[in-house]
């Protein structure tokens, strides 16, 4: 493993342990040269995943990238970084055992959708504005609707006034 500090290609492993969740190993590392200390996550890869954009283009798939646009949806949001974690290895896991190397970015979305939904609903509400690209306020009320469970196509039901 490279040195981040001063890219030594001799570092060394000072403690391993298995995360909470046991679905990586956290290795704390020091390089000799520099002393300088980190950490890595070593996980297990089932298969190589390509992501298919929308405009068509494949990238390869980057668990990072999807750990950053779930951070900030739950910016200042009480939410335990070890759930979010769970989250990310559970959607990886998900795509990874579905078969195929290649996953359109809308199935990575549609997965990150379903676990906000359940972890917090105001990072739902973040990530849906941007996934399905809100133009106006009234989008923010349909999903907010949506999410408390209304029916997002039928008016609302007024309550009559009480009569005297």
């Given at each position: 493993?490279?040195?981040?500090?001063?890219?030594?290609?001799?570092?060394?492993?000072k403690?391993s342990?298995?995360?909470e969740?046991?679905?990586?190993?956290r290795?704390?590392?020091?390089?000799?040269?520099?002393?300088?200390?980190?950490?890595t996550?070593e996980?297990?890869?089932?298969?190589?995943?390509?992501?298919?954009?929308?405009?068509g283009?494949?990238?390869?798939?980057?668990?990072?990238k999807?750990?950053?646009?779930?951070?900030?949806?739950?910016?200042?949001r009480?939410?335990?970084p070890?759930?979010?974690?769970?989250?990310?290895n559970?959607i990886?896991r998900?795509?990874?055992?579905?078969?195929?190397?290649?996953?359109?970015s809308?199935r990575?979305?549609?997965?990150?959708?379903?676990?906000?939904?359940?972890?917090?609903?105001i990072?739902?509400?973040?990530f849906?504005s941007?996934?399905?690209?809100?133009?106006?306020?009234?989008?923010?009320s349909?999903?907010?609707d949506?999410?408390?469970?209304?029916?997002?196509?039928?008016?609302?039901?007024?309550?009559?006034?009480d009569?005297?």
């Amino acid at each position: 493993m490279r040195c981040p500090y001063c890219g030594s290609l001799d570092t060394q492993v000072k403690d391993s342990r298995p995360t909470e969740d046991a679905s990586a190993i956290r290795r704390r590392r020091v390089c000799p040269d520099c002393a300088g200390r980190f950490t890595t996550f070593e996980r297990v890869q089932l298969r190589e995943l390509t992501v298919v954009k929308r405009s068509g283009r494949r990238v390869p798939f980057d668990r990072d990238k999807l750990m950053q646009s779930l951070t900030l949806s739950l910016r200042k949001r009480p939410v335990d970084p070890e759930r979010v974690e769970r989250m990310v290895n559970g959607i990886v896991r998900q795509l990874e055992s579905q078969g195929e190397g290649e996953v359109h970015s809308e199935r990575i979305g549609e997965l990150v959708m379903e676990g906000l939904r359940a972890l917090d609903p105001i990072a739902y509400v973040r990530f849906a504005s941007v996934y399905k690209n809100f133009r106006e306020a009234s989008d923010f009320s349909t999903i907010i609707d949506e999410l408390a469970g209304g029916e997002t196509d039928a008016p609302k039901a007024r309550k009559a006034p009480d009569s005297v």
